[in-house]
């Protein structure tokens, strides 16, 4: 998997220099200072993504934390580090996951249930994405989008549909941890990976017999991904190209999509600029500016994770000195 990010990273980075370089940069870089100091209010707006995700994130927990003692206020930091990872760590957008899982057993919570509601968070994410880009390519109609690109576009979608559907009813019914033991049992401990596996697809099914919190928290991830249009709608407004909010989530929602199925891009460098330029121009929107658009979700991106990434580390000190003996 690391191998597979440093290759998709100098995949994207390479797409991404052939973007700047047959776009007029100096008008780009003049685009994105219209913009001023009002576009750091990206930053702070970023909070409602995280507790949206964080609200979706509590309600899975909510059977294995009776006592409340992963708050609200704890997942809100977990998931802006897990975002922090996934956007700028070159782990291929699962990293995240891994270490969320981690952060959860920080709580006390045990590892089954928290391997099982991350698990079942990114299910519910690919579900949900797979919602918010087909809302994307019926508002695309509207703009007349109905050529060889836009059928390119539906039958993609299409033959993508059915994975969310899948992925889902394999953890229902599918043992997938049990089948990968057998797989796993020549390299690790058997009656360790054995008992484990077991526990794993038996919480994993139990989620399932819960059909009221995986709707809840389905409609909070719609709800999280639905706000990050307003960060393109907003961006193109202070750069004197007003949109409509129709424009802006077709914008947010095929350049997600793209950045998804491009997951080995660590960052998305490049594919997230790929996926504004392209369907910018079916909008009505230049290159410059839409590279500009780019930059100004970048810059959000780094000043938001960086803390993030920070107290994350200083946490992780702090542990490994508290597990430390007393040298003295």
């Known amino acids: 998997m690391r191998k597979a990010a440093y290759i998709g990273g100098l995949l994207g980075v390479a797409l991404l220099v052939t973007l700047l370089i ?12 219209s913009g ?19 609200a979706c994130w509590m309600v899975l927990l909510r059977p294995y934390d009776p006592g409340h003692g ?8 977990a998931t802006s580090v ?9 782990v291929a957008s ?30 519910l994410t690919v579900t949900v994405l797979c919602a918010f880009v087909g809302l994307g390519l019926v508002l695309l109609t509207e703009f007349n989008a109905s050529g060889e690109e836009y059928r390119r576009l539906l039958w993609g979608f299409l033959f993508v549909l059915p994975v969310p559907a899948l992925t889902l009813l394999l953890l229902r019914y599918g043992a997938i941890f049990g089948r990968l033991q057998k797989i796993l049992r020549p390299f690790l401990d058997p009656q360790w990976l054995s008992e484990n596996a077991a526990s794993l697809d038996t919480e994993l099914r139990a989620y ?44 947010e929602s095929m350049t997600q999509a793209v950045r998804h199925l491009a997951f ?20 009505g929107i230049g290159s410059e500016l839409a590279l500009a658009v ?35």
């Open 94 to 123: 699962v990293g995240g996951g891994v270490i969320g899982i981690r952060l959860l057993r920080w709580r006390g919570l045990a590892s089954a249930p928290a391997s099982a509601s991350v698990i079942v968070e990114v299910a």
């Open 294 to 328: 780019s930059a100004a979700k970048r810059i959000r991106e780094v000043l938001c994770g960086l803390p993030s990434l920070i107290s994350w580390q200083w946490m992780e000190g702090q542990r490994l000195r508290g597990a430390m003996p007393n040298a003295y």
């Open 264 to 283: 080995v891009v660590p960052a998305g460098v490049g594919v997230q600029e790929a996926g504004l330029v392209i369907f910018g121009h079916s909008l």
């Open 82 to 90: 897990r975002d922090a990872i996934d956007r700028l760590l070159p």
């Open 208 to 251: 399932f017999t819960r059909p009221g919190a995986l709707t809840i928290a389905g409609v909070l991830q719609f709800a999280a991904l639905i706000s990050g249009s307003f960060e393109v709608w907003f961006a193109l407004r202070l750069f004197g190209h007003p949109v409509s909010a129709a424009t802006s989530l077709v914008l």
């Open 36 to 54: 001023g100091w009002t576009l750091l209010w990206l930053i702070p707006y970023r909070a409602l993504f995280y507790l949206l995700y964080a």
């Open 70 to 77: 992963i708050g609200l206020g704890y997942l809100f930091w």
């Open 22 to 33: 047959r776009t007029d940069l100096a008008a780009m870089i003049q685009t994105l200072r």
